[in-house]
Every structure is written in C-alpha cells, then in structure tokens.
C-alpha cells in the first residue's frame, strides 16, 4: 500500500490540471498492452572519497568513517522504473541534457517489447521538451508523454528507487573516481532487477487531493502565524 506525503513546497496546480488525475489513472488502472515507466535523472551524484579509512563494524563498535572527503567528479544517473514489475533501465551519463536524454529515449526503446505501447512519466524539465526530443517522439509514436504537476515529484515513483540508491549504496559508499561509482551504481540495479518489488499505487484521487488541501491549509496557516 502506498504512501501519500506532501512535501514542504506543495503544488500549487495538482487540483486544476488533468495531470495529476491522468498519472494516477496509469497506476491505478495501466492500459492494456502497454508499459507504464516513471522516469527521472538523479544528476550530480558524487564521486566521493574519505580521507583516511574507516574502521568496519564490530562488536561493541559502530562503523566508521571520517567527516571530511575528497570529490573525484559527478554523474548523471537516468532511470525508467517499470510499474509493471519494478525493474528499472539505468543510463549514467557525464551531463543532463537533451541530447543524454534522447540517447537514454533510445535504450528504452531497444530494451522494451517493440509491440508495445510505452507511457512514459516525468517531470516538466526542459530537456524533456526540447525540440529534439520532440521530434524523435513524433517518429516514435508508442511514446506517450505524460507529466508530473509542479512541485509534485512525489508522484514518480522512481523516486522511491533513487532514495533507495542513496540510502543502501550511495551515502556511506567511498569512490575513488567516477567509473568506480558508475560501476557501483550499476551493479545495484543489476542485483536489484534480479528480484525486483513493484510498489503497488492504491490511493485514490479523491483521497490524495484531501490531504493536498490539508496540507495547504497548514502550510497557509503556519505562514500567516509566522507573519504576526
């Protein structure tokens, strides 16, 4: 069962465009013979390296590792979760630009059935609207487009698999340079892909808009306190 949260900066149009209904519509309801992908860049991922060892885990001792670090670089991690079955289509790449996601378009391309239709969900970042893109998507027809609401990343659900990353391979990871990190990332998905988990969506729009506008009027609230 899913998790609804709203985040600090709440949407501000997620109850006035079809956006927000129509992404729920693809989880609640996939279309048939078709695929649903929630695509996202994790961008700047760092190549960090500590400055001395840390010591390993041991019996009456926690893990440890040194508050200072060296940086060796960054990437760009592209992602497209499948809903279906969870696995994910991983690409990292030196920028974030159209041009990487175009080249990232074309592996979903090679790596999905060709007769099926592809849904994909991303946010509004340009890159994902650029000229380009949008003329390989029109030679491309089993793309479909469909974008998130501002300030409603939340509703991508490879954003649960990116806190994942960061949280069991990433953030307490040591990188000597960006093709050890690349590496690293790599492998996770691999191992991940092995026994992959669908996160089911159960919520309901109706009930994901309530608390919307709970939340908005807290936040509302609180500002206005904060004011006087």
């Given at each position: 069962m899913t998790a609804v949260w709203i985040p600090f900066t709440s949407s501000t149009d997620i109850g006035r465009t079809g956006r927000f209904k129509d992404i729920v519509g693809l989880y609640l309801s996939p279309p048939e013979h078709a695929l649903v992908l929630c695509c996202d860049e994790k961008?700047?991922?760092?190549?960090?390296?500590?400055?001395?060892?840390?010591?390993?885990?041991?019996?009456?001792?926690?893990?440890?590792?040194?508050?200072?670090?060296?940086?060796?670089?960054?990437?760009?991690?592209?992602?497209?979760l499948n809903v279906l079955n969870g696995q994910v289509i991983g690409q990292c790449q030196q920028r974030h630009t159209h041009a990487q996601w175009l080249k990232f378009l074309r592996q979903i391309d090679r790596e999905t059935p060709k007769k099926k239709d592809l849904h994909l969900i991303c946010d509004n970042y340009a890159t994902h609207k650029h000229p380009k893109v949008r003329e390989w998507l029109e030679k491309h027809p089993r793309f479909h487009m469909h974008f998130t609401p501002t300030s409603a990343s939340w509703l991508n659900r490879v954003e649960r698999f990116f806190r994942d990353l960061t949280t069991q391979r990433l953030r307490r990871g040591v990188f000597s340079s960006v093709p050890e990190l690349i590496e690293s990332i790599n492998t996770y998905i691999e191992q991940h892909n092995q026994n992959p988990k669908p996160f089911i969506w159960t919520a309901k729009t109706k009930d994901i808009l309530e608390k919307v506008v709970r939340a908005n009027r807290k936040l509302s609230s609180k500002q206005n306190d904060a004011l006087h």
């Open positions: 961008s700047q991922v760092q190549a960090l390296d500590r400055t001395q060892p840390g010591l390993p885990l041991k019996k009456g001792r926690a893990q440890t590792m040194t508050h200072d670090y060296k940086r060796h670089g960054t990437t760009t991690l592209f992602a497209a």
